[in-house]
């Protein structure tokens, strides 16, 4: 996939599936834009990047932020004039059941990063999108279809409300020629439970699937890149489940 002259935004960079998807952005001849708030992170993941052959920039913003998400707008328009893709990318694990007394709690704390720093970007990035006639990469969970244990509620009830948005976007903005689409993964290793200070592990996770494993990073960044890519010029309103069949069990 030639992604030459294309200027791509990936939010949650610095770790996980965003780390990878700007590391293959890099590669495939992109202008990357990296956001996240752990610097140092931030700094290893631009030297792969560097190494990927990938020009590309590193903005330390907080998406959940108003005034970070302008400048994270902005700050790409003056560095490199375009917006051809945006990957809506980061997210916070927050946990916490009705019974617990956490559900109040989790959702408070990651309402702002995982559901309304996507709007905000998302209107902020659209005009420049219908310019390029780009498009838009939303990561939801397949925790959006199911609730697999008691805690995840919030986060899964947010991951929904993106799936709705993800799909109200692309239904405005076709007519423009920009495309929007989600990708629903079930468990992949990453920092985000580790982030999240749960204490199950992704190794526990593996018999919630149906082929017993867990996702590789890479396996969802492949992901990202076709649907962001003109291989995918025909799809839009798509969510892409990469769940190793959990959703089957
Ligand atoms: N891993 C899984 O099993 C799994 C399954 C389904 C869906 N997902 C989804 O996949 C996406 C990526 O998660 P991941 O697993 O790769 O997790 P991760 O390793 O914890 O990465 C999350 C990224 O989001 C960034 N981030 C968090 N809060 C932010 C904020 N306020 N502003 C800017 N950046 C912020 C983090 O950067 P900083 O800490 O540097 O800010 C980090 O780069 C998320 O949308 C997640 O919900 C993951």
Redesign the pocket.
């Known amino acids: 996939m030639n992604f030459g002259g294309k200027v791509v935004i990936v939010?949650?960079?610095?770790?996980?599936?965003?780390?990878k998807a700007a590391e293959f952005f890099c590669r495939e001849g992109a202008k990357a834009v990296l956001?996240?708030?752990?610097e140092t992170?931030?700094k290893n993941i631009s030297e792969k990047c560097q190494m990927a052959g990938g020009n590309h920039i590193v903005i330390k913003?907080?998406?959940?932020n108003d005034e970070d998400a302008k400048k994270i707008i902005e700050t790409t328009i003056k560095e490199f004039g375009r917006i051809d893709v945006l990957v809506n990318?980061?997210?916070?694990?927050r946990y916490g059941s009705i019974l617990d007394g956490n559900f109040m709690k989790s959702y408070d704390e990651s309402v702002h990063?995982?559901l309304r720093?996507i709007l905000q970007l998302t209107c902020l990035a659209a005009p420049y999108l219908v310019k390029t006639k780009g498009n838009i990469v939303n990561?939801?969970?397949?925790?959006s279809f199911t609730s697999p244990n008691g805690t995840v509620g919030a986060y899964g009830l947010l991951?929904a409300a993106l799936n709705y948005f993800s799909r109200t976007a692309a239904a405005e903005l076709g007519s423009s020629g920009v495309r929007v689409n989600t990708i629903?993964?079930?468990?992949?290793?990453?920092?985000?439970i580790k982030?999240s200070g749960a204490r199950f592990t992704?190794d526990q996770l593996k018999s919630t699937t149906l082929l017993n494993r867990v996702c590789e990073?890479d396996e969802?960044a492949d992901i990202i890149l076709y649907l962001a890519s003109d291989k995918a010029k025909g799809i839009t309103g798509s969510n892409y489940v990469v769940d190793n069949g959990t959703l089957l069990k």
């Open positions: 939010t949650g960079a610095s770790s996980g599936i965003g780390a956001v996240a708030t752990n992170k931030l913003a907080d998406v959940s990318n980061a997210a916070v694990g990063i995982n720093a990561i939801s969970s397949v925790a991951k629903s993964p079930g468990p992949v290793y990453t920092d985000i982030n992704f990073p969802i």
